[in-house]
Every structure is written in C-alpha cells, then in structure tokens.
C-alpha cells in the first residue's frame, strides 16, 4: 500500500497523536511493531516536513541499527553459513499486521491517504 500525506495537517493535530518536534522542523513518530522477543526489536518510524509537505517511512531492526530487510523483500531468503534462516517468519508477520494497524490508525486519524495504485499492463 502507499500513502500520501493529508495537505491540512498542523503541527499541533500530530503532536496529539503522538509525534515529537525534537529534531525541528520535523514530527517524528516512532512505534514498536512487534512484541514477542526483546530481542526482535522491529520499529515503524516515520518522519514528517510540514514546510515541504514530504514524509518519510522506515521500519528498522533496532537490533542491528538498519532497514528490517525481510519486511522489504520477504520473499528473498536469507541465510547465515549454516543455513539457519536469519529472520523469524512469526515476528515478520506480527511486523506486518502491526504495521498495517499503525498505518490504518493514522489514515482513520487524518494523517495518511491510502494511495491507488496505477495498474500496469
């Protein structure tokens, strides 16, 4: 799904759901997506410019400080030399369900608009 950002907003709607202005001028929102594992800690972070009307989302694996890449492409397969999957299949799907709710929050919130998609031949 994509998203646009809704043109109305004020600094002051998204500081009442949540996001913070600590790195001005951005809004920041940051939201942990799953919590089975302590040691899985996979977060939704977005980053919002009011002044240019841009917006910016990431979903990290804090845990190595990078894009939670299973999340990205979950159909490639990654592997460490003992051909041990290095990704948990039960915490991307929490990882995605999550996400989908966070996301459809802040669409029912005003923040987001689901985008159409253009189909292609």
């Keep these: 799904m994509e998203y646009k950002l809704n ?3 004020s ?3 998204l500081m009442n759901l949540g996001f ?3 790195n001005k001028p951005f809004l920041y929102f940051h939201k942990t997506l799953n919590t089975k594992s302590y040691f899985d800690t996979i977060t939704l972070n977005i980053t919002i410019d009011l002044d240019n009307k841009e917006f910016y989302i990431i979903v990290l694996d804090e845990a190595y400080l990078q894009p939670y890449l299973p999340f990205y492409n979950d159909r490639s397969i ?3 030399n003992d051909n041990k999957t290095i990704y948990n299949q039960e915490v991307l799907n929490i990882v995605k369900e999550n ?3 966070e996301m459809n929050t802040l669409v029912e919130n005003g923040i987001f608009k689901k985008k159409d998609k253009v189909k292609t031949l």
């Design 11 to 13: 600094k002051e709607e």
């Design 7 to 9: 043109d109305n907003l």
């Design 78 to 80: 990654y592997f460490y």
């Design 20 to 22: 913070t202005n600590r």
């Design 99 to 101: 996400f989908d709710k």
